[in-house]
Nanobody
């Protein structure tokens, strides 16, 4: 059974830091890319960052570039999203998702598996 379990969300002050974790199981981790997405109230879900577990390539949305860092511990089947200098507009439910690298059609498109999400609230 495929599982993606996010953790690490919570309340953080603007300018602080927070690290989200995504623990994966039930599939061959190295064959997948893991993406972080977020959805704020009243807004569409958007892609935040992605890492390819086969070679470590990373991608970021312009809105978080330079502030967020995605990383992967392949030995633990876990992906992290380090959020530095968060802003109130980063407040959202954050989801991690997995997609087979062999079949993916785009960095933030058509992911196969999704976690339940973790709330991140950034106070000003």
């Amino acid at each position: 059974e495929v599982q993606l379990v996010e953790s690490g969300g919570g309340l953080v002050q603007a300018g602080g830091s927070l690290r989200l974790s995504c623990a994966a199981s039930g599939f061959t981790f190295d064959d997948y890319a893991i993406g972080w997405f977020r959805q704020a109230p009243g807004k569409e879900r958007e892609g935040v960052s992605c890492i390819f577990n086969n070679d470590g390539s990373t991608y970021y949305a312009d809105s978080v570039k330079g502030r967020f860092t995605i990383s992967s511990d392949n030995a633990k089947n876990t992906v992290y999203l380090q959020m530095n200098s968060p802003k109130p507009e980063d407040t959202a439910v954050y989801y991690c998702a997995a997609v087979s690298i062999a079949t993916m059609t785009g960095i933030f498109y058509e992911y196969d598996y999704w976690g339940q999400g973790t709330q991140v609230t950034v106070s000003s």
